[in-house]
């Protein structure tokens, strides 16, 4: 006879510890498949055109990524309730103020408003990053974006690179070299 409450609270402890968060999917999405990479860098969009997705930018108006366009574009997907993208913010926020870094637009997945948005980075001390609203998600959709935080690398024609699944040290050496692949700097 197995023991019910403890079973519940290993599977509990299983999934509170996945190292990234999976996106709360749409009715009518599916969710993550098995070729899908769980964490590290994804190759298999390379080339691909950055989508046109309205979103809100930093200034709240509509906009779409093109507007980025013209330096390496660094754009991360994020949400307030996924703490891999929470831990991950920081060392964006460090990224962006580097000299010669690509330019760095972190993108809210979350449904709130610009002030729930801009009150939730200045509360963890996030000053500086490119803040941008998808209340729609329909970036992340575009995408095909099952798991946050997801960095996607453009560069300056608006090509993808590569893209990042899960939370990345944004200023170790593992990013250094990833952002070299478009003339960001190595280190600093």
Known sequence: MTN?????????????????????????EVTQSADEPSKG?????????MP?????????????????????LLVNLWASWCAPCVKELPTLDALSRK???????AVSEDAGNRTSVEA??????????????DPKMSLSSALHVQVMPTTVYYDA?????????GDLDWT?????KLL?????????
Do not use: M
């Not at 024609?157 to 699944?165: C, F, I």
């Not at 070299?180 to 600093?188: I, L, M, N, V, Y």
């Open 99 to 105: 000299p010669g870094a690509p330019k760095v637009i």
């Open 41 to 49: 860098v994804d190759r298999s969009h390379k080339g691909e055109a």
């Open 120 to 133: 939730f980075l200045e509360s963890h001390k996030i000053t500086d990053l490119e803040a941008w609203r």
């Open 172 to 176: 170790g050496e593992e990013a250094a």
């Open 180 to 188: 070299s692949e478009a003339g960001a700097p190595a280190k600093g």
């Open 4 to 28: 019910r409450p403890a079973v519940l609270l290993l599977a509990s402890l299983v999934v509170l510890s996945t190292p990234a968060c999976q996106q709360k999917p749409a009715e009518n």
């Open 52 to 72: 046109d997705s309205p979103l809100f930018n930093g200034d709240e108006n509509e906009a779409t990524l093109a507007e980025a366009k013209g330096k390496p």
């Open 157 to 165: 024609s608006g090509k993808e690179l590569w893209r990042y699944v």
